[in-house]
């Protein structure tokens, strides 16, 4: 994929050969990202931010890569705020958004907006996330996690078995991740659902044509019992007509350190996109495992800086011009320390 002023919408459009570039400039992000070193490359560049749904991780990453990168960031937070509310257009607010911004990251509630969107707007978009639809950067940041933390076990994404758990009809998280491990060879996905939270048949259809071997329960134990990773999702409430329909799922998928220890094998990465819902009745990973040495959930989230600064500074084109402006922190002391758990 030629980067370079283009958006960012689904993984369908990326190739093994742009995911290795993704993660080549996502490691070279780390000293900024941590705040150990400082760069200019987008000083001047102005970050549209336009978030028309809830957003923690997704939407602080995207700010702190952007000013790690030198620019400045101009946001909207919800619908309520903006002339969306006044009937706007989606193609008159992308005209107009990009007019004041370089590049524009978006998240909306219904499928296919961002690609709407895109379509009218004079600068590259990034798709934030579009209903139950796709949420690339969330793919490319989980795919690099799983491939470090797999690193340290000395195994790779080729051959690997992944469980997902969830709602994985409506989490669209795991949409772009399993589309995106279409790109890799022989891996074992066990779905782990309610019947009517199963992941989309299209995409298991895809998995199975491009060699994978698919296992779908809704028996989490057994689901549990051979993985690399196991991948959770939140039951995607948000999505349903009435809560009381998603309420049915609530607590069902859980896992704690007991379950972990009886029905994983040992060593399996516990990964979560977030917000892990930590409320009594659902309490879907439970806090228990927090300081265990393979939840990897607050490294998943940190890798979300390093790959959003690489989908900038792809997309802008000036991957090869970070380095050039590069200074040390000036605030630093010693006593400052970066986590890494
Ligand atoms: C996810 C999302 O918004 O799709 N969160 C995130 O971006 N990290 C997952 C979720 O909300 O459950």
């Known amino acids: 994929m030629n980067f370079r002023g283009s958006h960012i919408i689904s993984v369908d459009q990326l190739n093994r050969v742009s995911v290795e570039k993704i993660f080549d400039v996502a490691d070279s992000m780390t000293p900024y990202a941590s705040r150990l070193q400082t760069t200019k490359v987008l000083d001047g560049a102005i970050l549209g931010s336009m978030f028309f749904e809830a957003s923690t991780r997704t939407r602080m990453s995207f700010g702190c890569a952007f000013n790690s990168l030198g620019g400045s960031v101009r946001e909207i937070v919800d619908m309520k705020t903006s002339s969306i509310s006044k009937g706007e257009s989606l193609y008159d607010t992308a005209r107009v958004i990009s007019g004041y911004s370089d590049v524009i990251v978006m998240r909306h509630p219904s499928p296919g907006s961002v690609e709407e969107f895109a379509k009218a707007s004079r600068v590259p978009v990034i798709n934030g996330g ?124 859980k896992l704690n350190q007991e379950i972990y220890t009886q029905h994983c094998a040992p ?53 090869d011009s970070v380095h050039k402006t590069s200074a040390p922190v000036k605030w630093f002391t010693d006593t400052r320390t970066t986590t890494t758990t």
């Open 130 to 253: 579009d209903g139950d639809n796709e949420h690339p950067s969330q793919a490319l940041l989980d795919l690099y996690t799983i491939r470090k933390e797999l690193e340290h076990k000395r195994s790779m994404i080729d051959g690997m078995r992944i469980a997902m758990v969830g709602d994985l009809k409506n989490g669209r998280t795991v949409h772009s991740l399993s589309k995106l491990l279409l790109l890799y060879k022989n891996i074992t996905f066990t779905m782990i659902s309610p019947n009517e939270l199963k992941m989309p048949n299209e995409i298991l259809d895809q998995l199975i044509l491009a060699g994978h071997k698919v296992i779908e329960t809704d028996n989490m134990k057994v689901g549990l019992s051979d993985n690399d990773t196991v991948y959770l999702t939140r039951i995607q409430e948000e999505r349903f007509e009435k809560q009381s329909d998603a309420d049915l799922y609530r607590g069902q998928f």
């Open 267 to 319: 060593n399996t990465v516990i990964m979560h996109p977030l917000p892990r819902d930590s409320r009594a009745n659902a309490n879907e990973l439970d806090s228990d495992l927090n300081l265990h040495p393979n939840l990897a959930i607050f490294r998943q989230a940190d890798n979300g800086v390093v790959i959003r600064m690489a989908l900038f500074a792809l997309v802008l084109g000036v991957e």
